[in-house]
C-alpha cells in the first residue's frame, strides 16, 4: 500500500511538472488523460517503484520529443498552405521537409522503445504496446460516447 500511494505520488509529481511547463490551456484534458495512461500503464505492467519512476521519466521527455517534432510540422504545413498560391515555391523541398520530420517521429518512437530496454524485458514492451493500442481505443469510445451525451 505505502509503495502504491508513493508510486502515485510520484506519479503526480513528474505530471505536475510537466504540466507547469505546458500552461496552455488546451493541454489540461489532455494532462489529466496522460496522468491517468501513466497510472494504468504502471499497474498494467505490474513493475516496481524504481521501473515506475524511471519508465515515467523516459516517456515524459519522448512525449516531449514528439511534440516538438510536431509543431516544427505544423509550422511547415502552415508555412506550405501560404506558400501554394506562390508559383515560384519549391514544392518538392517542402514536401521532402515536412516528410522528412514525420520520419524523425518514426525514428524518435523506435528508439524510445528500443531504450526501455534496460527497464523492461521484452514481454513487458510487447505489453506496453499493446496497452498503447487499447488505451487509445477505450480514449475514443469514451469520447463518442460523451460527444454523444452532448
Given at each position: 500500500?505505502?509503495?502504491?500511494?508513493?508510486?502515485?505520488?510520484?506519479?503526480?509529481?513528474?505530471?505536475?511538472?510537466?504540466?507547469?511547463?505546458?500552461?496552455?490551456?488546451?493541454?489540461?484534458?489532455?494532462?489529466?488523460?496522460?496522468?491517468?495512461?501513466?497510472?494504468?500503464?504502471?499497474?498494467?505492467?505490474?513493475?516496481?517503484?524504481?521501473?515506475?519512476?524511471?519508465?515515467?521519466?523516459?516517456?515524459?521527455?519522448?512525449?516531449?520529443?514528439?511534440?516538438?517534432?510536431?509543431?516544427?510540422?505544423?509550422?511547415?504545413?502552415?508555412?506550405?498552405?501560404?506558400?501554394?498560391?506562390?508559383?515560384?515555391?519549391?514544392?518538392?523541398?517542402?514536401?521532402?521537409?515536412?516528410?522528412?520530420?514525420?520520419?524523425?517521429?518514426?525514428?524518435?518512437?523506435?528508439?524510445?522503445?528500443?531504450?526501455?530496454?534496460?527497464?523492461?524485458?521484452?514481454?513487458?514492451?510487447?505489453?506496453?504496446?499493446?496497452?498503447?493500442?487499447?488505451?487509445?481505443?477505450?480514449?475514443?469510445?469514451?469520447?463518442?460516447?460523451r460527444a454523444g451525451k452532448e
Open positions: 500500500m505505502k509503495t502504491t500511494l508513493k508510486l502515485l505520488f510520484t506519479v503526480l509529481i513528474l505530471s505536475s511538472i510537466n504540466f507547469a511547463q505546458t500552461n496552455q490551456k488546451n493541454n489540461i484534458s489532455h494532462e489529466k488523460i496522460e496522468e491517468l495512461k501513466n497510472i494504468k500503464l504502471i499497474e498494467y505492467l505490474k513493475i516496481d517503484e524504481e521501473a515506475s519512476i524511471k519508465l515515467i521519466a523516459r516517456k515524459n521527455q519522448h512525449n516531449k520529443n514528439i511534440l516538438k517534432l510536431i509543431s516544427e510540422k505544423d509550422s511547415l504545413l502552415e508555412a506550405a498552405r501560404n506558400l501554394m498560391s506562390n508559383k515560384t515555391a519549391n514544392i518538392a523541398k517542402i514536401n521532402d521537409q515536412i516528410l522528412n520530420i514525420d520520419l524523425l517521429i518514426v525514428k524518435e518512437r523506435l528508439n524510445y522503445f528500443n531504450s526501455l530496454s534496460d527497464i523492461l524485458n521484452n514481454e513487458k514492451i510487447l505489453k506496453y504496446l499493446l496497452f498503447e493500442k487499447d488505451f487509445k481505443m477505450e480514449i475514443r469510445k469514451m469520447m463518442k460516447k
